[in-house]
């Protein structure tokens, strides 16, 4: 009789401590991965999906002028690491501060004796980038998550591209201020025997920048998607355009003139130049949704 | 590895001997499936992952799997890529198993995988090296160091110090040849600071879906004090040197490869407002270092350097303070 008492009030206890715990459960809070399994399946957040990202592009350490522009990139996922897509952006120039320093001590009016530019043949030479692009293959070697401030958990990966480059390149020098576009060979002249021979000038300061028109070249690219959500990811990007240019369209060998020939016997003052650019966007992945592994 | 969440139902209160039937569920082959045991100093340490299966129920693999284990004892492996590779074994071993559902409170316990690194009470000792991000007319680069002690896992407190040699960017020619004009510019002596890092994010990735790579991002603000030297124009004018006070901030990722040795780089910004050469300087006017100095141009400056680095953690290994 004792022991059934006992077990009795055993029972009894126990049911109020079980009831008293399910009541304060209610009001618990439950971490966001508590329905998740244990092990999960890994999603596929690029595997044949298109993306589309919007996206902003600067220069990083541009000499003389900024680009700054908006641009689109579209790209195929063939795989989980390989795809392939094309990038075109148009921009806008702003001085650099170092241009900003430089130009307001050159004289306005050309003396011709000086060597030193006038502020518009400094300025007007200088070349801005009105549109680039890139055709490419990526490769995306690296995928994973991270946890930020131990609440957000986010999946990301880190990508690598190399594809061909172009980019239409423009300079605004006026036939006033850029007078000299013979590239060294001089104007001609009418002597008085009537030959025409070539005076050199030596003197580039006038000459017409020759920076503008067309490039291709080599395109490298690395970055990394932060998925927001399954078809939403920050797309942050470090591109090299590398093309034959010579930004500021003055004589860069220092052979007199500013020169860009095929032309062997003329030298040429461009030269192969990585423009550096970091790109933001945001990358929207069709389809949205997302397809995990068997 | 299952951790019982906070405040989480209790486990069964029947004592459950090791190896036996406990719970209210009928025990699988081989196993306690659902049993929440704490380790006995005399048993022996069980195989990495033999808690793993916990979460889902399953008991393969003829174990214990399903419990949770705390074993202080357990001696600790000194190989980073050792614990990795048994996380990985034990994700197997329940992927290969059954879902069972239990009667038991399995709900209230989630699967979470022990951080790989530990960084709590140790000692980094970190030789680093880096070079300007910004400034296109005389570049940088910095041979330094770095001791940082960390007081939690993600708060530590730390001083460095940094050597600067320069060398000349392709505009500091061009400017003088094409717009006849000598840039005026400083070079940069040398720096310390006391630091403090932050580290909100922490991650893993995997490379070519083979190895497995943990890393994290930190934040670091500090304060110090540094030296610039003036490059004069003429060099017939001595140059002046200036003591800098120098605030930085700064983002930078860590990999971790071994329990005692990381790969970091990252982008700090050292700011400080710095005097410079004045424009108008010949034999009549600030001809000496001194009234250089007194006439100096000043402006605030953003030296940003990118760095790489190599860390060497003190003590070597580390043990955990929570059971898998």
Known sequence: MKTTTLLVACLGLGALVASTHDASAEGRRYNDLRKDKAVRHRRLLVKNRFELAPLFESTMNADFRHIIGGGVKIEYHLSDMLSFGVVGVASTAINTKLVDRISPTLPTADTGASPEPTQAQFLDRLNTMPFHGAAYVSLTPWYGKLAAFSQAYVAFDFYFQVGVAFAQLKSNCDASVCTDDTQGKGKPVVGMDGTTSFVPDNNPKNDTPLNSGGRAGLYLGGGIHVFLNDFLALDLTVRDYAFSDNPSGADFNADGFVGKNSNPDIGTDDRFINHLFFGMGLSIMFPTTVVRTP | ?324
């Open chain 2, 1 to 324: 590895m299952a951790q019982p969440k906070k405040g989480g139902k209790p486990a069964p209160t029947k004592p459950a001997p090791k190896g036996g039937g406990g719970g209210t569920a009928p025990a699988p082959k081989g196993g306690d499936s659902g049993e929440i045991e704490l380790g006995d100093d005399n048993t022996p340490a069980k195989p990495a992952g033999g808690g793993t299966g916990g979460g889902s129920g399953s008991a393969a693999g003829g174990g214990d799997a399903g419990e949770i284990e705390i074993d202080p004892d357990k001696p600790a492996t000194n190989d980073l890529a050792t614990d990795l590779n048994a996380a990985d074994a034990a994700a197997t071993q329940v992927k290969a198993g059954e879902v069972k559902k239990t009667p038991l409170s399995w709900k209230d316990i989630l699967v979470v995988v022990r951080k790989p690194f530990l960084k709590v009470r140790r000692t980094e000792l970190t030789p680093m090296f880096g070079t300007t991000m910004n400034d296109n007319m005389v570049k940088h680069v910095t041979l330094g160091g770095e001791l940082a002690y960390y007081l939690t896992d993600v708060l530590a407190v730390g001083v460095e110090g940094q050597y600067y040699a320069h060398t000349f960017g392709e505009p500091f020619d061009l400017v003088a040849r094409q717009a006849r004009r000598l840039p005026t510019v400083n070079e940069y002596k040398w720096s310390a600071a006391l630091d403090f890092h932050y580290v909100p994010v922490y991650g893993k990735f995997a490379i070519f879906d083979k190895k497995l790579i943990t890393w994290e991002v930190f934040f670091t603000a500090g304060i110090g004090a540094g030296q610039s030297e003036v490059i004069p124009r003429d060099t017939k004018f001595p140059g002046f040197t200036n003591l800098l006070i120098m605030p930085n901030i700064g983002a930078s990722m860590r990999f971790f490869i071994t329990k005692w040795f990381t790969v970091n780089l990252g982008m700090r910004d050292y700011v400080f407002y710095d005097h410079f050469e004045p424009p108008n300087r010949s034999v009549t006017m600030n001809a000496s270092a001194a009234d250089a100095k007194s006439n100096a141009d000043g402006a605030l400056i953003n030296n940003l350097m990118f760095q790489l680095s190599v860390s060497f953690w003190l003590p070597t290994s580390f043990e955990y303070t929570t059971f898998r």
